[in-house]
């Protein structure tokens, strides 16, 4: 029994990375479709919503994809900001789709996603990294004399 744990417990990790190369290779419109059935299933929407937020999705991923093609070495504020924007846009326009109760369950659901990713990209040490800040006891510092 233990001979078949210790290879599970090292398969786990490559499954969960081969999901997310997966998801990678879908296009806008996939993952809209996937992301709007999830949403169905979970919020129990009807068919009118789930097409309004198939619809949001399709523009909110096909901008996603277009803002990583022209990613360029862009001032780090404006990105932030942008991000911002965006999502708070992605909310006024589910607010518009779904009802209150519904609302409340996607926003708590979306929240604890994002939660959840900030975590794990500061468990594996992910987050991006800009340029390194000089700091107090650099060695240049110090030759001054």
């Known amino acids: 029994?233990?001979?078949?744990?210790i290879p599970i417990l090292f398969a786990l990790p490559l499954l969960a990375f081969a999901q997310h190369q997966q998801d990678q290779k879908l296009s806008p419109e996939q993952r809209a479709t996937l992301q709007a059935k999830k949403m169905a299933l979970h919020l129990d929407l009807s068919q009118?919503?789930?097409?309004?937020a198939l619809t949001v999705f399709k523009n909110h991923f096909e901008?996603?994809?277009?803002?990583?093609q022209k990613e360029t070495q862009e001032d780090?504020?404006?990105?932030?900001?942008?991000?911002l924007e965006h999502q708070q846009a992605l909310q006024q326009e589910?607010?518009?789709?779904?009802?209150?109760k519904q609302y409340a369950s996607w926003k708590e659901r979306h929240e604890k996603q994002a939660q959840k990713m900030h975590k794990k990209r500061r468990q594996h040490g992910t987050k991006k990294q800009g340029k390194p800040r000089p700091h107090a006891k650099h060695k240049s510092h110090n030759k001054e004399h």
Request: no cysteine.
């Open 76 to 83: 780090p504020y404006q990105k932030a900001l942008q991000r």
């Open 94 to 100: 589910m607010a518009k789709i779904l009802n209150e």
């Open 48 to 52: 009118a919503q789930e097409r309004k």
């Open 63 to 68: 901008a996603q994809a277009q803002k990583h």
């Open 1 to 5: 029994m233990k001979n078949l744990i």
